[in-house]
């Protein structure tokens, strides 16, 4: 992908000299640390004001320079410069200085994500973009009504779902990270894993699609163009404008919201790596036996399968509604429950560092580690690491084996609903991800499972054969519902516009979404171009006529052989009538709205330039 910012000079300044990526992953894993792996990948977290800063700054702004770097490391800049406003009025000063100097701000807090909505990866230290970080000041958080929460955008997600457990509140379904921000959930309409078991009717305040669908109003920086100058202005959730907003790429500058919860549910959380994949993805009318994902999202209404490269056993998740404690479910009462995935236990991190340094046909035996390792924390079951081979074996011994069953089974959890919704914190291994959404009926949701998982394991095993190992994490697959304004209490509520989760006019009866994600070490040699044969396969499948498919914002997509975000087909017309599809309002409206209210592109970059026009 090529942006006026990915200049020669932009990919060699800011670098470690003498010293790659793959080499300082080989080197920390191989020295049984792999800090750098785990933890490192946000980049250097001291930042200095070297250089002359921006001219004409308003009165206040203190910047500096920080290299901006994403979750997986792939989006890497030059220093850039930045500042941390303390109140939203001081982000709208910066807006009029930046349209009255030609330059753009770009909002980030945690940075996990992988899409270039922020930066692009080399951005030049000479580039007129100045970083807003709002996870500094711009964290408010305090109620708004009996069943509403007032929120600024730099708050994380921990701190918001903490702050309504006080309050006795909760939502259905969430980001797993605790550590990200409300603002950067909402630009790429982040979600959980939900939809009604059987039987299971919505209860008030709680919605089955995204977060953003959840807002009740919300608080943007704006042009007035009357003025002459950016200001605030507030948009109730029944205003048309206001869909555009709720999930919008970072093409705009949201400084707060107020988001509807509902009474909070308790949960149980039962993880199972007994079903074989052939059963849990089976196709319909298969003698493929009673367990098939579809089957668990009926029972439940809350599955996840995380299904390891070269394995057949996926790890299943399954979160069911239970007010009162099962007898056998272990109560939990902070986050954060599985420490296997937290913190890497050392052979795994040992193996990720030779991958990387370059013995990637060692990938079968890591997605056998990871299986292994999951099945020992969850269920201290010793039967398949006995009947391993010796190298699996000399892996998982001694104080290993000490480490994972000292915290515990974690087969069975039972406590408050975000004790059990947010389970991934910073230090767990860093991957990076492909993702989709297919939208389709609910019916249909074995039949769409089915249909990816033969053909992902027919892929790989075709590259395989052919001695390439372009994939070496997990498959993950999750369950929503749509956005349904209803949920938000909201009367003339319209849903996100630019969701994945928006349903489709043309297809009333589509009221599911199954996401699908690819997870691998960046730098894995092929992971493009298998992205792309998947990506390929799913546009085919999944063409509109018996289900449709979307990309999830934050993840890899538009994949040509070496590169995503960057197949000109997928950009230019696949990503855009996804959207158009059905009729109704959606890209067009979206685009038009978001132009109207910062027609100067303030809040844009050459990526975000391209790809909404």
Wanted: aromatic content about 8%; overall charge neutral; hydrophobic content about 40%.
């Amino acid at each position: 992908m090529g942006t006026d910012m990915d200049t020669d000079a932009g990919r060699h300044r800011g670098r470690r000299p003498g010293l790659t990526r793959r080499a300082l992953i080989g080197a920390s894993a191989g020295l049984g640390g792999a800090a750098w792996l785990l933890r490192g990948t946000v980049g250097p977290e001291s930042a200095g004001a070297a250089g002359t800063a921006p001219p004409g700054l308003p009165a206040g702004t203190e910047v500096y320079r920080r290299v901006y770097e994403n979750w997986s490391g792939e989006i890497r800049t030059d220093q850039l410069w930045t500042c941390a406003p303390r109140t939203p009025q001081e982000v709208a000063a910066l807006a009029d200085w930046a349209h009255a100097q030609g330059w753009r701000l770009r909002a980030q807090g945690y940075r996990h994500t992988w899409a270039p909505l922020t930066v692009a990866d080399r951005t030049d230290e000479a580039a007129r973009v100045l970083l807003v970080d709002t996870s500094r000041h711009l964290t408010a958080i305090s109620p708004d009504s009996a069943d509403t929460v007032r929120v600024q955008t730099g708050a994380t997600m921990e701190s918001l779902l903490a702050h309504l457990a006080g309050r006795g509140l909760g939502v259905t379904a969430c980001p797993a990270p605790g550590e990200v921000t409300v603002g950067g959930v909402l630009a790429i309409g982040g979600h959980g894993t939900a939809v009604p078991a059987t039987g299971e009717s919505p209860r008030p305040g709680h919605g089955y699609g995204s977060l953003s669908n959840q807002v009740t109003e919300l608080t943007a920086v704006v042009r007035d163009e009357a003025a002459g100058r950016y200001v605030l202005r507030t948009f109730g959730r029944a205003e048309a404008d206001s869909a555009a907003f709720l999930v919008h790429l970072g093409r705009a500058f949201l400084t707060e919201v107020v988001l509807r919860a509902g009474a909070d549910q308790r949960l149980r959380c039962v993880s199972r790596l007994d079903v074989p994949a052939d059963e849990l993805f089976a196709r319909p009318g298969t003698a493929g036996g009673p367990r098939t994902f579809a089957s668990f999202v009926d029972h439940d209404g809350r599955a996840e399968a995380i299904w390891f490269a070269y394995t057949d056993r996926p790890w299943l998740k399954t979160w069911s509604l239970a007010p009162a404690r099962p007898f056998a479910a272990r109560q939990v009462d902070e986050p954060y429950n599985y420490p296997f995935t937290d913190n890497i236990p050392e052979p795994v991190a040992r193996l990720a560092g030779q991958l990387v340094g370059g013995a990637w046909g060692t990938a079968p035996l890591f997605g056998q580690l990871q299986y292994l390792v999951a099945k020992l924390a969850l269920t201290a079951d010793l039967t398949d690491i006995l009947l391993s081979g010796g190298l699996l074996r000399d892996l998982l011994s001694g104080d290993t084996l000490t480490h994972l069953l000292a915290g515990g089974l974690r087969s069975d959890l039972w406590g408050p609903s975000r004790t059990l919704l947010q389970y991934v914190r910073p230090s767990t291994l860093r991957m990076t991800a492909n993702g989709y959404a297919v939208l389709a009926r609910r019916a249909d949701l074995q039949w769409v499972v089915s249909e990816f998982a033969a053909h992902y394991r027919s892929l790989l095993g075709q590259y395989q054969a052919r001695g390439e190992f372009p994939v070496n994490g997990t498959v993950e697959i999750r369950v929503t519902g749509l956005d349904d304004p209803a949920s938000c209490g909201v009367p003339g509520a319209r849903p996100p516009l630019l969701s994945a989760l928006r349903p489709r006019p043309d297809h009333p009866e589509w009221d599911t979404a199954v996401w699908l994600d690819i997870l691998t070490l960046p730098d894995t040699p092929g992971l493009h171009r298998f992205c792309r044969d998947v990506e390929q396969f799913l546009l085919r499948t999944f063409d509109g006529t018996r289900a449709g498919l979307r990309v999830e914002w934050s993840k890899g997509w538009a994949y040509t052989e070496d590169a995503a975000w960057a197949e000109p087909e997928v950009l230019g017309r696949v990503v855009p009538d996804s959207l158009r599809a059905g009729g109704g309002p959606g890209w067009d409206e979206a685009v038009a709205v978001l132009d109207r209210y910062d027609p100067h592109r303030v809040f844009g970059n050459p990526f975000l330039d391209s790809l909404l026009r």
